[in-house]
C-alpha cells in the first residue's frame, strides 16, 4: 500500500526559501501510473493545488505561483521535493503530498481518465515568521 | 480560468438526515474530470468521488456523485457520525491543472 510522507525543517523566515520534500513507500515513484502533487491549506482555509511532477520531470506549476515554486523528482530515492522561493506569512499553511491520478494535459485539454488524489500524506505544517 | 463554487457554505443536519452539497462551475466541466474529497479536523483530505460518479476504493454506497456540465452535486443518504466533515470538489484539467472549491461545512 503506496504511502508518502512529508518532512522539511520546520519555520521558515520571510523572504527565505521553503524546501519540503515527500517520500513515497510501498510503490514505485517511476510506475508511470501516475502524477505526483503538493497542494496547501492555510490556517482555517481551503486547499490550494501547488503543482505537480511526473517522474521524467515534466512540471505543472499553479500560474498564480509559479514564478516562486520549482518541483523536482529523486527517482532512486523514491522522493519528490518543493521548493518556494521569497516566502511570506501568507505562505504559511499545511503542505501537503500527494499521488495524482490524472496524465499528461497540454495548455487546452488533458487526454486521459482522471481518478483523483487518493494518496495524501498526512501533512507538515509551515510557518513563516521571523 | 473555471472557479468552482460550493454551497452552501454551512450545511447543519442531523444524523439520519441526507446530505445534498453543490459544486457549479463557471465553465463547463468534463464529468470525468470532478472529483470530491472529505476532510476531518486534523486529518488529510480523502478522496470520496472521482469522474463525477464512482466511489473511491473503500468509501460507503451512502456517498454518491452526480452531474455534468456546470452543476455537480455530491448527496450523502442516511448521514452517519463520521461524515460530519468538510468537502471540497475538485476539478482536474487544463491550464491550470488543479482547482478546489472553497468547501462545504456539514455540520450537526
Known amino acids: 500500500q503506496v504511502q508518502l510522507q512529508e518532512s522539511g525543517p520546520g519555520p521558515v523566515k520571510p523572504s527565505e526559501t521553503l524546501s519540503l520534500t515527500c517520500t513515497v513507500s510501498?510503490?514505485?515513484?517511476?510506475?508511470?501510473?501516475?502524477?505526483w502533487g503538493w497542494i496547501r491549506q492555510p490556517p482555517g482555509k481551503g486547499l490550494e493545488w501547488i503543482g505537480t511532477?511526473?517522474?521524467?520531470?515534466?512540471?505543472y506549476y499553479n500560474p498564480s505561483l509559479k514564478s516562486r515554486v520549482t518541483i523536482s523528482v529523486d527517482t532512486p530515492k523514491s522522493q519528490f521535493s518543493l521548493k518556494l522561493s521569497s516566502v511570506t506569512a501568507a505562505d504559511t499553511a499545511i503542505y501537503y503530498c500527494?499521488?495524482?491520478?490524472?496524465?499528461?494535459?497540454?495548455?487546452?485539454?488533458?487526454?486521459?481518465?482522471?481518478?483523483?488524489?487518493?494518496?495524501w500524506g498526512q501533512g507538515t505544517t509551515v510557518t513563516v515568521s521571523s | 480560468e473555471i472557479v468552482l463554487t460550493q454551497s452552501p457554505g454551512t450545511l447543519s443536519l442531523s444524523p439520519g438526515e441526507r446530505a445534498t452539497l453543490s459544486c457549479r462551475a463557471s465553465?463547463?466541466?468534463?464529468?470525468?474530470?470532478l472529483a470530491w474529497y472529505q476532510q476531518k479536523p486534523g486529518q488529510a483530505p480523502r478522496l470520496i468521488i472521482y469522474?463525477?460518479?464512482s466511489r473511491a476504493t473503500g468509501v460507503p454506497d451512502r456517498f454518491s456523485g452526480s452531474g455534468s456540465g456546470t452543476d455537480f452535486t455530491l448527496t450523502i443518504t442516511r448521514l452517519e457520525p463520521e461524515d460530519f466533515a468538510v468537502y471540497y470538489c475538485?476539478?482536474?484539467?487544463?491550464?491550470?491543472?488543479?482547482?478546489f472549491g472553497q468547501g462545504t461545512k456539514l455540520e450537526v
Open positions: 500527494a499521488r495524482d491520478g490524472g496524465g499528461y494535459c497540454s495548455t487546452t485539454s488533458c487526454y486521459t481518465d482522471y481518478s483523483g488524489m487518493d494518496v
Open positions: 510501498g510503490g514505485s515513484i517511476s510506475s508511470g501510473s501516475y502524477y
Open positions: 511532477i511526473y517522474y521524467t520531470g515534466s512540471t
Open positions: 465553465q463547463s466541466v468534463s464529468s470525468s474530470y
Open positions: 469522474a463525477a460518479s
Open positions: 475538485q476539478r482536474y484539467g487544463s491550464s491550470p491543472r488543479h482547482t
